[in-house]
């Protein structure tokens, strides 16, 4: 089976520049959690959608917004992209229950904001 | 509000010998905890994780972490290391409240030297 897949690999922008990252959960898996990782620092939570609605916001502004579709696929959008975005951007898949908290990693989304 | 400390950021073990990576969280109610693995340029990869009932749990890759709730404490621990065990480690804690929304430590390196 495969597993989370994340798309592009990596991507460079300029400033002021708008963005969307897409990811693919694991067959079976509703929920979606987003995470930025910032060079030397741990993940970050950004969002976690869970049968396309949005269940959980981390601290970012709302130039970061996502979405989830009916095949459970989902985008994260960034616009007027600042130097500071400049992260891997992680995508999770997870079941549901308790299964929740078990996170499937992809292996992320490199962007370089210049 | 929930927090992780991996108080060591880098550590350097020779190759057969033990590990251990310290973790303490606070979370406000029973925590779910996490140990994950990530190799450079890659997604997290999921070590062990706790729920509840045993303290002791075993994960992939000849792993273990030990659930102390007195110190809030969730080590990991390998009796000898391998030289593909070099990567960076991330503790993480989430819960029944948050479902999909952990929070992770900085991370600590580990160097394995020959």
């Known amino acids: 089976d495969a597993g989370v897949t994340q798309s592009p690999t990596h991507l460079i922008k300029t400033r002021g520049q708008h963005v969307t990252l897409r990811c693919s959960p694991i067959?079976?898996?509703?929920?979606v959690s987003w995470y930025q990782q910032v060079l030397g620092q741990g993940p970050q939570f950004i969002f976690q959608?869970?049968?396309?609605?949005?269940?959980g916001r981390g601290n970012f502004p709302d130039r970061f917004s996502a979405r989830q579709f009916p095949n459970y696929s989902s985008e994260l959008n960034v616009n007027a992209l600042l130097l500071g975005d400049s992260a891997l951007y992680l995508c999770?898949?997870?079941?549901?229950?308790?299964?929740?908290?078990?996170?499937?990693f992809g292996a992320g989304s490199r962007l370089t904001v210049l | 509000a929930q927090s992780v400390t991996q108080p060591d950021i880098h550590i350097t073990v020779s190759e057969g010998a033990s590990l251990e990576l310290r973790c303490n969280y606070s979370?406000?109610?029973?925590?779910?905890l996490f140990w994950y693995v990530q190799s450079p340029g890659q997604g997290l990869q999921l070590l062990l994780k706790?729920?509840?009932?045993?303290?002791l749990v075993q994960g992939i890759k000849g792993f273990e972490a030990e659930f102390k709730r007195s110190q809030s404490s969730f080590n990991l621990r390998k009796p000898s290391v391998h030289w593909s065990d070099a990567a960076e480690y991330f503790c993480?804690?989430?819960?029944?409240?948050?479902?999909?929304?952990?929070?992770f430590g900085d991370g600590t390196t580990l160097t394995v030297k020959p």
């Open positions: 999770a898949s997870s079941t549901t229950g308790v299964g929740a908290n078990v996170l499937t």
């Open positions: 067959s079976g898996h509703k929920s």
């Open positions: 959608y869970y049968e396309k609605e949005e269940r």
């Open positions: 979370y406000g109610a029973t925590p779910y």
């Open positions: 706790y729920f509840s009932g045993d303290t």
């Open positions: 993480a804690v989430g819960g029944s409240t948050n479902a999909g929304k952990s929070t």
